[in-house]
């Protein structure tokens, strides 16, 4: 099998990489591309507007904006642009070196809809260092697109092993990127479109923890590196990861970790 993939068309190899070839497409409804034998090179794209299509035994599947299309080696396939539309997307070629595809379904061709605005972005920024890197060709190009490439693949498999409402998923994003800043239940409702009580069943249903709760966990986690790594004062770190009293702070750390945090600081830990 490996054999006769090696004798399929790489376009990979074709553009001299040797792991990852990336690119940044706007195209008409003239657009297409046809391999009968299929490419011994993995494909990836990212949809940013507009529509595409991919033909797999006879069968056609659109992707549309924010959808993220991933195609095995060895599949005979058809794609381009759907009639009518203006496809606008990244794509990326690359090879079965990156083993974290292990992660995914076992599909011949996966279409997975990316409706979280924040994790759109985090994507949309990684395939854009990636197709940097690529046309580049700066020194160590090939690894780092094959280290951004695998970020890519670990974030879509991370969203296909546990589905989360995008909502939930946009205030998770919310509560890390604001740790600082006080938490209101009824702004982070706002910028979702939900009412504060709605929001706050819905994120213990999705998650098994409050909105509270899950901020004082993720400011609890980060004072303990603080406090284990950097030659930061406990008053210092409470305030670094958002909490203003200082007792609040402290019983929340005893809570999570059976000691004050000058206890924690001075060690040992188990």
């Known amino acids: 099998m490996n054999a006769k993939r090696d004798e ?6 074709e553009q001299g990489g040797n792991t990852v070839i990336a690119d940044h ?7 297409g591309i046809r391999r009968p034998q299929g490419m011994s090179d993995w494909l990836i794209a990212y949809t940013l507007s507009g529509e595409g299509y991919f033909i797999i035994d006879g069968v056609q599947r659109l992707c549309q904006t924010g959808d993220v299309v991933l195609m095995q080696p060895g599949v005979p396939h058809q794609y381009g642009t759907r009639k009518g539309s203006q496809w606008h997307f990244i794509w990326a070629h690359f090879s079965s070196r990156i083993m974290e595809t292990n992660l995914l379904p076992n599909e011949k061709l996966l279409i997975h809809a990316i409706d979280s605005d924040s994790v759109r972005k985090r994507i949309y920024r990684a395939f854009r260092s990636l197709v940097s890197d690529s046309i580049e060709r700066g020194m160590y190009w090939n690894e780092l697109c094959e280290n951004t490439m695998r970020h890519i693949i670990l974030l879509l498999a991370r969203r296909m092993s546990k589905q989360l409402d995008p909502r939930i998923e946009e205030i998770q994003h919310m509560l890390a990127t604001r740790m600082q800043e006080p938490v ?6 706002k910028a979702v479109g939900l009412s504060p009580s709605r929001l706050s069943h819905l994120f213990k249903e999705s998650t098994g923890s409050s909105i509270v709760d899950t901020l004082n966990d993720m400011r609890i986690r980060q004072a303990a590196l603080l406090l284990e790594h950097t030659d930061r004062h406990p008053t210092e770190v409470a305030l670094d990861v958002g909490f203003q009293n200082y007792n609040h702070f402290a019983n929340q750390f005893r809570k ?3 000691v004050s945090p000058r206890v924690y600081k001075k060690g040992p830990r188990t």
């Open 256 to 258: 999570r970790h059976q």
């Open 184 to 189: 209101r239940i009824d702004e982070l409702a």
């Open 8 to 13: 399929l068309f790489s376009y990979i190899k």
């Open 25 to 31: 497409f706007n195209q008409p409804d003239s657009y």
